[in-house]
């Protein structure tokens, strides 16, 4: 049983150019968070989704940023115009239910703007 | 504002030692504890975890003490081995409210052969 995948594992763009990242779930887990660590902080939380729904997005900045869980695919979070104050490790993580400790983290997107 | 906070950002611990990672938290609405281990180029993987009606939870050599009138826990790893040097992050949710975790900024153990 693969663990949870994010592609790409790192990410270079220029400032004002789109960035996309993908997280494949676990298998048998309905429900993916995303998480953004800036360098020298702890994780926080940006989304969370199950599929085809947006549970949460409390901490998803207003502009620029969105999340999708289509019926079949990844997950992807994606982010507009990018700016150097986005360079961050994204993570994704998944879960079968609402437990907390069952989050299954993947390793992360380093997103590098130039 | 941090509501979660590990305020020593690295510690080295003797090889068989015991390893004492502290944390504390301001919101008192929190009643679920959770500590993660993260390697590099990894994600973080769950550890040990801590209902606020408990004040000890162990796990082989893992034991997570919470002192709720000091907003207060620490994970305990004794004896330490040298595959214990990671970052370790302390976690805490308000469960019956809105179920997210919120994060410390780490603490980087180091085990010393």
């Known amino acids: 049983n693969a663990g949870v995948m994010q592609n790409p594992r790192h990410l270079v763009r220029r400032r004002g150019q789109e960035a996309r990242l993908r997280c494949s779930p676990m298998?048998?887990?309905?429900?993916v968070y995303w998480y953004r660590q800036l360098p020298e902080e702890g994780l926080k939380f940006m989304v969370y989704l199950q599929k085809e729904n947006i549970i949460d997005e409390s901490g998803m900045p207003k502009e620029r940023f969105s999340a999708e869980f289509p019926k079949e695919g990844p997950s992807i979070l994606r982010i507009q115009q990018v700016v150097r104050g986005d360079s961050a490790a994204y993570f994704c993580a998944s879960s079968p239910g609402q437990e907390l400790f069952e989050q299954y983290f993947g390793p992360g997107t380093r997103l590098t703007v130039t | 504002d941090q509501q979660v906070k590990q305020n020593s950002p690295s510690l080295s611990v003797q090889e068989g030692r015991i390893s004492i990672l502290n944390c504390d938290y301001t919101n008192s609405m929190f009643d679920y504890f959770l500590w993660y281990k993260k390697y590099p180029a990894e994600g973080p993987t769950f550890l040990i975890s801590i209902s606020s009606i408990k004040d000890k939870n162990e796990d082989g050599r893992f034991t997570v003490f919470l002192n709720k009138s000091a907003k207060h826990l620490s994970l305990h790893i004794v004896p330490s081995q040298p595959g214990d040097s990671a970052v370790y992050f302390c976690?805490?949710?308000?469960?019956?409210?809105?179920?997210?975790?919120?994060f410390g900024k780490g603490t980087r153990l180091h085990i010393l052969p």
């Open positions: 976690a805490a949710s308000a469960v019956n409210r809105d179920d997210k975790i919120i």
């Open positions: 298998k048998g887990h309905s429900h």
